[in-house]
């Protein structure tokens, strides 16, 4: 199976600037894609295929990255970003995420 | 307004079987790849299986294949995991997901159910 790796937590002060990594253990072309989740509630998705952002999510987030080497910018954070963060490949059977970056704010 | 609602979970012994549904709106339900995605207490997210929009294909993990079986019914509306042989494993938050059929990625949940398997 395709492992995703996330560094588990991140903590960042509101304006400032955070990149959220997911790195993988074989090639995902462009089949990566990322969600938000708040404490107790559903995941939502952000960005599909690497950089492509999903309607009415702030431009504030972006993508970025190919083959094993991901990105997930938010810039500049907001209080309401507390959340973790999963990265999915859908490129490898199985499909897989991420174990999830936690992001508090300072 | 798209809106995904499971139902069917609640305590269940080991060993037993349990049935969730998800029960689609606010779009053309038969249109649709659906699928399970799963989360432990506390744990990440782990994908079930899809299904796509005539039964034709359903894809699972390898790990669940033969305890959990993925169904629809377009008439209904309505997307199902049967799930057999539950041990404490299974204890999780179950959410069903709309399927892209561009690269396969969720683009909407629902609020997901939860199913605890403990005697």
């Known amino acids: 199976d395709t492992v995703l790796t996330q560094s588990p937590a991140l903590a960042v002060s509101p304006g400032e600037r955070v990149t959220i990594s997911c790195r993988a253990s074989e090639s995902v072309s462009t089949a990566m894609h990322w969600y938000q989740q708040r404490p107790g509630q559903q995941p939502k998705l952000l960005i599909f295929g690497v950089s492509n952002l999903e309607s009415g999510v702030p431009a504030r987030f972006s993508g970025s990255g190919s083959g094993t080497d991901f990105t997930l910018t938010i810039d500049p954070v907001e209080a309401d970003d507390t959340a973790t963060y999963f990265c999915q490949q859908t490129w490898n059977d199985p499909y897989t995420f991420g174990a999830g970056t936690k992001l508090e704010l300072k | 307004e798209v809106k995904l609602a499971e139902s069917g979970g609640g305590l269940v012994q080991p060993g037993r079987s349990l049935k969730l549904s998800c029960a689609a709106s606010g779009f053309s339900f038969s249109d649709y790849w659906m699928g399970w995605v799963r989360q432990a207490p506390g744990k990440g997210l782990e994908w079930i299986g899809e299904?796509?929009?005539?039964?034709?294909?359903?894809n699972y993990i390898p790990s669940l294949k033969d305890k959990f079986t993925i169904s629809r019914d377009n008439a209904q509306n309505t997307l199902y995991l049967q799930m057999s042989k539950l041990g404490s494993e299974d204890t999780a938050i179950y959410y069903c997901a709309r399927t892209t059929d561009y690269y396969y990625y969720f683009d909407y949940w629902g609020q997901g159910v939860m199913v605890t398997v403990s005697s």
């Open positions: 299904i796509n929009q005539d039964s034709s294909t359903i």
